[in-house]
């Protein structure tokens, strides 16, 4: 087909699309082409290649050369200074050396115009492969033309001056396969217009060959994933079972940028490459490639050649030499599994410790490699056959008295046979071990034991050392001394023997450890706690040989350092201060210099006095006052409590009863700032604890007290008065100042002779109120300040309703509930009306904070329920007026099923009732459980009834609205009922 070049300039620019590259347009800059270059994608490699060289040739010189000359590149006609006409073409060599053995996707041959005779039209340039520039190119001596590579046609629509652009890639990719080294292009006006003297033009020197170019990856290795990169040949194909496998390929590229890899795999049964088919593999780091490949869908005894090719994005690799499998559907036998030492007849044999010989068969499947087993369902362990098809025995110690052996077989292709379990019993054997420890070098014992008849000997083995026996007692048993040598986990083991023969084996992993043995009859939990300033001792015993010393501390404490006796014991006195959970930490020191690990005794420190403590009078701050009670704790942790007695400063002792070991007694206070708190505990054999002192701060604020507005309490309501008295916290009181919250001024009253005063009070708002009170000496010396809380009842009744005054509810004739309450407690009654109408009174529901109010609705629309509380003396509360509004829903009733209750069956027809809620309805739209709606006419009244069988049980629902004469539709109402399973 003709080939087109490209023109690019302006807004005229003939592209052939396909072969055009995104971005190969130079721009000339004075006398240099800079190119504009996209990020590359990963594959492709993005190379301009500039000239290596240029000549022109001139006929009014045809044997003069012109190689490498400066100045612009002529080509077609043009006139000198002298007015004579030349004839010109221009020759420029690249070198395209990179490009072997590339795939070239695209390749542009850009070059930018210098001037034009003629901008006005459209004027034909062509590009030629020639052969290469010599020194003596003329114009008598051009370079031989090869092929055309194309021709654009320059101006006209085109922007003139601009750039020229020729689609090369079909050549250059023919030359890299041929592995040229150079391309030398001619550019001429073709023969019918060279000599026109409007043709001519002037290019700018330097051309760029704008290419996208990838090298196509190469196979390195394919192989499946299991067995590791097997790849079998077709006379020995590797077997594979009827499964998915998974096909891997790894690939390389020249291309730096190339380290992702896609695999297209192919297989076909051997002899059928009409049944190739093809998959597209996942790629993975390291060059791989992957795919999962169902050999199930071969049959047996198939064998199958696969293969692979890699993808970089951009070109395939040639296929890789096929690798071949070959396909066994068939999995070997059950095995067969029998022992001598342990048969499988549900009796106990063998014993604890003695191994078995196990002996696995394949059963007839002569294929098979080897067997795996294990323990309880669990085959993890892998015996290989020595030849196909050929026994195992293993050898294995029971470790319980039940064993279930799980062995299955496996084939050269991986088929595994069904499991099969081998379950027998271990005989009781094992002889009881028991270590006493002595510590590192000195004396531990072992105590051996067994209950198997005729054991004549035993046999143990310390860590890696010799075996020893020991002969057995006449009731089997026997006490070895032992020395472990060093610390850390050592292996103990121990058989028995029947003469030769061993019966039964125990073996255990002792901790040895060095630390020293800390004893005390005094401090020890949880027999018996030690108690503050009652003294006691410790004794440590060596834990290792050489020891010399040992150091200790108590919790936190720095090491401190007490030798020991000649045969390695110390003792330690220590007389106890704080009660505490104490720990003790010991270590010893050898002669030697050897450290022991620490020993950690733990132990409890109880105090002999008793706990005081109060939740009013704390140890810290000023609190309560003179004359406010409060409530003080008493506990102690020593046994035997008859009583604990208190004094308070210089009062006479009291006693109070403890239960069980604590006891609380009221105590108030008779004088602010200091007072003191003495507490002793009498125990039942008659003696006492020490004395426990407890010193705490009473507030000098003025005490306050009111019985009609009780502190933190609920009293009286707005306007009523009540009487606050003022009660001194110090000796010294003249007046007191006190200020109400919301008045904001303060008030000032004369105390009388007695030190108090009382005010009257009449609050003005309902809620918590706080009064705020100082006292002044005549010295003007101001108390603390105390913060009497109280809290004024709100009269109003509250109500509280599903209506509300923003969304309509119900209709006319629907029943709507109130509820109602105050917190005057004296209200014995309330009175409530409806829009103004009669007052009705229900009574006050006793022991209730709620009373419920019914009433009809008899309007649509705006509603009031207007509310007042009774007392029994005739007092009224405010009046609660509560705005309200009615919907126009139609009410449905039914005796048969009633809202919300199980009734009736599934069959068993019922009456609905359909009510207007509004006046002038003339028929109810209906639909039962979001089915079609019915339509059904109303009588004068605007009611109608209709009958239904539930077909369902479990829970139904009726919506119901009603239509009046001129269209208009009421709101709905969903009528809830259940249908009964019986």
């Known amino acids: 087909m003709a080939m087109h070049a490209i023109v690019y300039g302006g807004s005229g620019i003939v592209v052939r699309a396909r072969r055009l590259l995104a971005g190969s347009l130079g721009i000339v800059l004075g006398a240099g082409l800079v190119g504009v270059t996209a990020a590359p994608a990963q594959a492709y490699q993005q190379w301009d290649v500039t000239k290596s060289g240029w000549a022109y040739t001139d006929s009014q010189l045809p044997k003069k050369s012109f190689v490498n000359p400066s100045g612009d590149a002529p080509i077609g006609a043009w006139t000198d200074a002298g007015g004579k006409k030349h004839k010109s073409r221009s020759y420029f060599t690249f070198d395209i050396t ?423 009859a005094d401090f020890a939990f949880p027999e018996h706690d030690g108690v503050v300033d009652r003294a006691g001792s410790f004794t440590f015993r060596p834990g290792r040989t050489g020891v010399a010393a040992y150091e200790y501390a108590f919790q936190y404490d720095e090491m401190r350092r007490v030798d020991a006796a000649a045969d390695g014991t110390a003792v330690l006195p220590w007389t106890p201060t704080e009660p505490n959970w104490y720990t003790l930490n010991v270590r010893s020191i050898s002669a030697d210099g050897t450290v022991s690990e620490v020993e950690q005794y733990q132990f409890n420190v109880i105090d002999a006095k008793p706990t005081v403590s109060s939740g009013t009078y704390y140890e810290f701050g000023a609190w309560g006052g003179v004359g406010i009670p409060g409530e003080f704790n008493f506990d102690t942790a020593m046994p035997d409590v008859d009583a604990y007695l208190y004094r308070l400063n210089d009062g006479p002792e009291e006693t109070v009863d403890p239960e069980y070991s604590w006891a609380r007694a009221t105590i108030t206070p008779e004088h602010s700032g200091s007072n003191t708190l003495t507490v002793r505990t009498r125990f039942l054999d008659g003696s006492f604890s020490p004395t426990r002192t407890y010193t705490f701060e009473v507030s000098d604020a003025p005490v306050v007290t009111s019985s009609e507005y009780p502190e933190n309490g609920d009293g009286g309501q707005p306007g009523q008065p009540g009487r606050f008295t003022f009660n001194p916290g110090r000796s010294d009181v003249v007046e007191y100042r006190y200020v109400l919250e919301y008045s904001g001024e303060e008030q000032v009253v004369a105390a009388g002779a007695d030190g108090k005063a009382t005010i009257e009070i009449a609050p003005v708002h309902p809620g918590y109120t706080l009064l705020t009170v100082t006292s002044r000496a005549a010295d003007g010396t101001a108390s603390a300040e105390r913060r009497y809380y109280f809290r004024v009842r709100d009269p109003r009744v509250n109500v509280g309703s599903a209506y509300d005054e923003y969304t309509p509810r119900g209709g006319i004739g629907a029943v709507g509930r109130f509820g109602v309450d105050t917190e005057i407690g004296e209200v014995t009654t309330f009175e409530y009306q409806l829009n103004g109408g009669a007052w009705q009174s229900v009574p006050k529901t006793p022991n209730s904070l709620v009373t419920d109010i019914s009433v009809t609705m008899d309007r649509n629309g705006a509603n009031v329920f207007s509310v007042r509380g009774r007392t029994e003396a005739g007092e009224y509360t405010p009046q609660t007026d509560y705005p309200f509004l009615v919907g126009t829903a139609p009410r449905v009733s039914s005796t048969a099923y009633p809202e919300g209750q199980w009734a009736g069956g599934v069959g068993e027809p019922g009456d609905f009732t359909f009510t207007q809620g509004g006046p002038g309805v003339v028929e109810f739209e209906y639909t039962i459980d979001n089915g079609e709606p019915a339509t059904v006419a109303a009588n004068a009244a605007g009611v109608v009834t209709v009958t239904y069988a539930p077909t369902s049980t479990s829970s139904h629902t009726i919506s119901v609205r009603g239509r009046t004469a001129d269209g208009a539709w009421s709101d709905s109402t969903n009528y809830y009922f259940l249908v009964d399973f019986s």
């Open 98 to 520: 990179r490009f072997s053995g590339a795939v070239i996707h695209k390749a542009d041959l850009v070059i930018a115009e210098g001037s034009a005779a003629d901008c006005t039209s459209a004027q034909p340039v062509e590009l030629w492969r020639t052969d290469a520039i010599k020194a003596t190119t003329s114009w008598d001596s051009a370079p031989r033309q090869r092929e055309l590579l194309g021709t654009v046609h320059a101006g006209g629509e085109a922007t003139c001056p601009g750039y020229l652009a020729w689609d090369i890639m079909p050549a250059l990719q023919k030359l890299a396969k041929q592995g040229v080294q150079t391309l030398t292009v001619e550019f001429r006006v073709p023969h019918g217009y060279e000599g026109d003297l409007s043709h001519g033009r002037k290019l700018r020197p330097y051309p760029s060959i704008r290419t996208e170019a990838n090298h196509a990856p190469t196979v390195t290795q394919i192989g499946l994933e299991f067995p590791s990169w097997s790849c079998g040949t077709k006379d020995k194909p590797q077997p594979v079972g009827a499964r998915n496998y998974t096909l891997m390929v790894r690939g390389a590229d020249a291309d730096p940028y190339d380290y992702d890899y896609w695999g297209q795999f192919a297989a076909w049964p051997v002899g059928h490459e009409d049944q190739r088919s093809e998959l597209s593999g996942s790629s993975y780091s390291g060059a791989l490639s992957k795919v999962t490949w169902d050999m199930g869908q071969y049959p047996h005894g198939s064998v199958i050649a696969w293969t692979a090719r890699a993808y970089d994005g951009h070109d395939y690799s040639s296929w890789a030499k096929p690798c071949f499998v070959k396909v066994d559907g068939e999995r070997p036998a059950t095995p067969l599994v029998s022992s001598v030492t342990y048969p499988d007849d549900g009796e106990p044999h063998g014993g604890s410790g003695v191994p078995g010989t196990f002996t696995f068969k394949a059963n007839g499947s002569k294929d098979v490699v080897g067997y795996y087993w294990g323990r309880f369902g669990e085959t993890y362990n892998y015996i290989a056959a020595p030849q196909p098809g050929a026994d195992v025995t293993l050898e294995y110690t029971p470790t319980s008295f039940v064993e279930y052996l799980s062995v299955r077989s496996v084939d050269s292709a991986s088929n595994s046979s069904p499991v099969v379990e081998y379950d027998f019993f271990v005989k009781s054997t094992a002889p009881g071990v028991r270590v006493t420890m002595g510590g590192v070098g000195l004396p531990s014992q072992l105590a051996i034991s067994t209950n198997v008849e005729g054991v004549t000997e035993f046999g143990y083995r310390i860590g890696d050392g010799a075996d020893v026996r020991v002969p057995a007692d006449a009731d089997g048993a026997t006490v070895v001394p032992v020395v472990f040598t060093q610390t850390g986990l050592v292996r103990v083991q121990v058989r028995s023997y029947v003469g030769a023969e061993m019966v039964g084996a125990y073996t255990e992993d002792v901790q040895v450890r060095d630390n020293p043995v800390v004893e005390s």
